[in-house]
Nanobody, 123 residues
Framework: VELEESGGGLVQAGGSLRLSCAAS????????MAWLRQTPDKEREFVAA????????FYGDPVKGRFTISRDNAKDTVYLQMSSLKPEDTGVYYC?????????????????WGQGTQVTVSS
């Protein structure tokens, strides 16, 4: 099982980035997918999650209204569109997969997660 994130980089505050995560090794169309992040001053933080159908989405309070999660089951890919970025959004963003979306909402360890992609927002 492999999760490969891409799309990270350096952006100015107020800018946008789109992260992608391609899953391989098994079918994930019936699994929930999510983004977590590790920031310099905090432990791992929940960012967003999407149900296996894509019909339900969940967001952490710091990103509500600014980030949008979506998925393409035909491609086993999940996306994170980030807008109005702030310096406090800086961190390593990880893609994760679990059979239950509750895992992400409860802060439990997901079944699978990737190596991460760095997002840096300059002020």
């Amino acid at each position: 099982v492999e999760l490969e994130e891409s799309g990270g980089g350096l952006v100015q505050a107020g800018g946008s980035l789109r992260l992608s995560c391609a899953a391989s090794g098994r079918a994930f169309s019936s699994s929930s997918m999510a983004w977590l992040r590790q920031t310099p001053d905090k432990e791992r933080e929940f960012v967003a999650a999407v149900s296996w159908t894509g019909s339900s989405t969940f967001y952490g309070d710091p990103v509500k209204g600014r980030f949008t999660i979506s998925r393409d089951n035909a491609k086993d890919t999940v996306y994170l569109q980030m807008s109005s970025l702030k310096p406090e959004d800086t961190g390593v963003y990880y893609c994760a997969v679990d059979d239950s979306v509750a895992t992400f909402l409860h802060g439990d360890a997901p079944d699978y997660w990737g190596q991460g992609t760095q997002v840096t927002v300059s002020s």
